[in-house]
């Protein structure tokens, strides 16, 4: 079964750039039966989609978040990243990284497999 | 962008009772072509992820339990629990796959006992 896990600093200074890692285990981030994407949720809130990339380096970003999103794969380490730039206190967040069932020709589907999440902060 | 709008916002059941929740989106999700609804849903219990509960609006995921149904088309939906157990208390989410970017998810119900 696919496994999970999000990396990356906990705090975040405004202005700077998140960074998260997601490392997956019990498969390969080279499947073409998954997107692997990232949703947030800030606290007490409700869920927001971010992005996902396919191992082939094909993306979809939320248009809100676009022009600070930044995805990649490293099929080498079985990993995926992500970058937001310019980040302020509205991008404190629990952010999960997840599988993204996929069918060729067809967008993504629904989010099958989550990592348990990592909070980030965004403080001076 | 297509809008989740789930209600109600929170709901108190007794145990062993139906809990019923309704997700309604702004546009239809589904696809002509191949006669399904694009529409999930997740149950997030305190301090965890969501889960994947349904998909395809009524396709339970493998491993969950049989009380949980889901069932509607085209722009209205409704989860189920047909006898809440206490391990049921949760946040439970819509989402839609129809259209994408965005994926979209509904606001959140929250599940409590009565």
Redesign the interface.
């Known amino acids: 079964q696919l496994q999970l896990q999000e990396s990356g600093p906990g705090l975040v200074k405004p202005s700077e750039t998140l960074s998260l890692t997601c490392s997956v285990s019990g498969g390969s981030v080279s499947s073409s039966s998954y997107y692997w994407g990232w949703?947030r949720q800030p606290p007490g809130k409700?869920?927001?989609?971010i992005?996902?990339i396919y191992y082939s380096g094909s993306t979809?970003?939320?248009?809100?978040l676009k022009s600070r999103v930044t995805m990649s794969v490293d099929t080498s380490k079985n990993q995926f990243s992500l970058k937001l730039s310019s980040v302020t206190a509205a991008d404190t967040a629990v952010y999960?990284c997840?599988t993204q069932?996929y069918v060729q020709y067809q967008?993504?589907?629904?989010?099958?497999y989550?990592?348990?999440?990592t909070l980030v902060t965004v403080s001076s | 962008d297509i809008v989740m709008t789930q209600s109600p916002d929170s709901l108190a059941v007794s145990l062993g009772e139906r809990a019923t929740i309704k997700c309604k989106s702004s546009q239809s999700v589904l696809y002509s072509s191949d006669n399904k609804n694009?529409l999930?849903w997740?149950q997030q219990k305190p301090g965890?992820?969501?889960?994947?509960l349904i998909?395809w609006a009524s396709t339970r995921?493998s491993g969950v339990p049989d009380r949980f149904s889901g069932s509607g088309s085209g722009t209205d939906f409704t989860l189920t629990i047909s006898s809440l157990q206490a391990e049921d208390v949760a946040v439970y989410?819509c989402?839609q796959?129809y259209?994408?970017?965005?994926?979209?998810?509904?606001?959140?119900t929250k599940l409590e006992i009565k």
């Open positions: 949703i409700g869920l927001e989609w992005g996902s979809y970003y939320n248009p809100s999960y997840a069932s967008l993504p589907y629904y989010f099958d989550w990592g348990q999440g | 694009y999930a997740y965890q992820p969501p889960n994947l998909y995921k989410y989402q796959y259209s994408a970017p965005p994926y979209t998810f509904g606001q959140g």
